[in-house]
């Protein structure tokens, strides 16, 4: 696109810019290679005494090229060009947040981790994508409600037609029907982003044992999220083993889908707690832009 | 003078096909993408026998997708002038080897995933967001690559998967190190990283 800006522009000066600039396009390439001509002029009728010329003249450009470009590349850069900073987050638990990273880190490598791998193992993929597929269409009253709360009523109407057909056509939510029969894209949301919509900031960086980062505004979202899922009300009180169990089972299905993406990004970080609050922070700023 | 009509004629036709094919950025990162997974499925290069052979056919991909110097730079920001030109040079070599490490394993779990490019979306003058899509299992993870027109060739230096920038997950974390610390502690810490592996 960016460069169909430019073309236009070019287009509006008129044939003779662009001439001129596709002349000046060769001039320089016959400034850039005139050992290469040089070079290609004795080849023909070389001789004997052709091939150390042009041995010399391969190696002239050869040795000037890459250093000038080199030094040009490795040269100092303006403020325009570093780019801006990206979003940032407070974080004035730093010390109670990293030790709660670990926490979670080991819950990871033995708890959870050796669990997924058991469950992956035992159960096929299509039984575990059609829970997966239950967990995501049970979820469908909070991207309904936080659709609508965000001033998206379409998505909030697309979200209710995708809940209604995936319930009776995907077999109560165990097949995402309406993705695959009826192609509808809804769009997934929750609380916290509609307090982000409404201006709430973040407050500052989090980590929950075993749910993660978040920030206050996201907490708030959380518990909110969870009083609009149905499986909430499956027993009298919030926490019992029923909820528990049936968000274990969340956790773990999902979990054995993406088995070596937290692998991958702590190999990858050189502080694996920075990266993975920066990761939060971004992701949840770009999630609210759209 | 045919012949010299013959080296005009040549430099001119490079030209013209390299300016064409740099005026499409997302179909040059479409055929590097497609060029990398075509090695990572390549029945020939499975297995412990393909592992070296393909580790090379993905680096020299990787190198003719990425700018590893701009990659840098912009990952720094403004700290790249505290540099020296030596440490520079070193920088790019040592973060090319972390993040050529890092991601293979990442590249490889995508090999049997479709992936869509959807659209570009330019950012600056010189600068393209181009916008893919893989589709997974348990839904579709958004794949953006930034590029940078650089003599005339599109260059991916930044990749954004979901919503998430490498270069400024980068920037955060070398940011704490280097708000307290000079360039050379950095650089030990990326010899370290990059020597364990």
Redesign the interface.
């Known amino acids: ?3 169909r ?2 073309g236009r522009d070019r287009r509006g000066r008129g044939a003779p810019g662009w001439a001129l600039g596709q002349a000046l ?2 001039v320089l ?2 400034c850039l ?1 005139p050992l290469h ?1 040089a070079a ?2 004795p080849d ?1 009728s070389a001789g004997a005494g052709g091939e150390p010329r042009q041995l010399a003249g391969e190696v002239g450009p050869a040795q000037g090229g890459p250093e000038d470009k080199a ?1 040009d ?2 040269g ?2 303006t ?1 325009e ?3 801006g ?2 979003p ?1 987050i407070a974080d004035p638990l730093e010390s109670w947040n990293r030790a709660m990273y670990h926490v979670n880190d080991k819950l990871y490598f033995w708890l959870l981790k050796p669990a997924a791998k058991g469950y992956k193992y035992v159960l096929p ?1 299509s039984v575990r ?1 059609a829970i ?1 597929n239950f967990y995501e269409n049970i979820k469908a009253p909070i991207r309904i409600v936080n659709n609508f709360l965000q001033g998206k009523p379409r998505y909030a109407a697309l979200e209710l037609a995708r809940f209604f057909i995936n319930s009776t056509m995907g077999v109560g939510g165990l097949s995402e029907c309406a993705t695959t029969c009826f192609g509808i894209a809804g769009r997934d949301t929750g609380f916290g982003q509609t307090l982000g919509t409404y201006g709430v900031g973040f407050g500052f960086y989090i980590v929950w044992p075993v749910l993660g980062p978040s920030s206050p505004r996201d907490t708030v979202g959380w518990v909110a999220d969870l009083a609009l899922t149905p499986t909430t009300y499956v027993s009298s009180q919030w926490i019992s083993p029923e909820t528990v169990g049936l968000y274990v089972l969340d956790k773990v299905n ?1 979990t054995s ?1 993406h088995l ?1 993406d937290y692998e ?1 990004l702590k ?5 694996p707690y ?2 993975m ?3 939060y922070v ?2 949840r ?3 609210l832009e759209q | 003078m045919k ?1 010299k009509i013959a ?2 004629a040549l ?2 036709l ?2 013209l096909s390299l ?1 064409a094919f ?4 997302l179909d040059t990162v479409k055929t590097n993408v497609d060029g990398v997974l075509e090695v990572l499925r390549d029945p020939k290069l499975q297995g412990e026998a393909g592992k070296k052979v393909k580790a090379q056919k993905i680096e020299a991909a990787s190198d003719k997708m990425f700018d590893f ?1 701009e990659l840098s ?2 990952t ?3 700290s ?2 505290k540099f020296t ?1 030596e440490q ?2 070193e920088f ?1 070599r040592l973060f090319k080897s ?2 050529t490490d ?2 293979m ?2 590249i490889t ?1 995508y090999t049997d995933e479709q992936v869509n490019f959807t659209k ?9 967001e181009v916008r893919s899509v893989v589709i ?3 839904g579709n993870v958004p794949i953006d690559y930034r590029v940078i ?1 650089e003599d005339n060739q599109w260059k991916v230096y930044d990749v954004v998967i ?4 490498l ?8 940011r ?2 280097l708000g307290s610390n000079p360039p050379e502690t950095l650089l030990d ?2 010899r370290k ?1 990059a020597g364990a592996r």
């Open positions: 696109m960016s460069r800006k430019p396009l060769i390439f016959l290679f001509a290609d002029g023909p030094s590349q490795y100092n850069v403020e060009e570093a780019g900073v990206g940032r993929e994508g997966g999902y889908f070596g991958a190999a990858a970080a050189i502080d920075v990266a609050r920066d990761a971004q992701n700023k770009k999630a | 012949k080296g005009m430099p001119l490079l030209a300016s740099a005026g499409v950025p110097v730079k912009r720094l920001g403004l790249w002038n030109q520079r040079k790019v972390i993040l890092a991601y394993d990442r779990a570009e979306v330019p950012l600056s003058e010189d600068t393209v997974g299992k348990q027109k979901e919503g998430v920038s270069i400024g997950n980068y920037r955060s974390q070398f704490e190190i810490t990326l990283k």
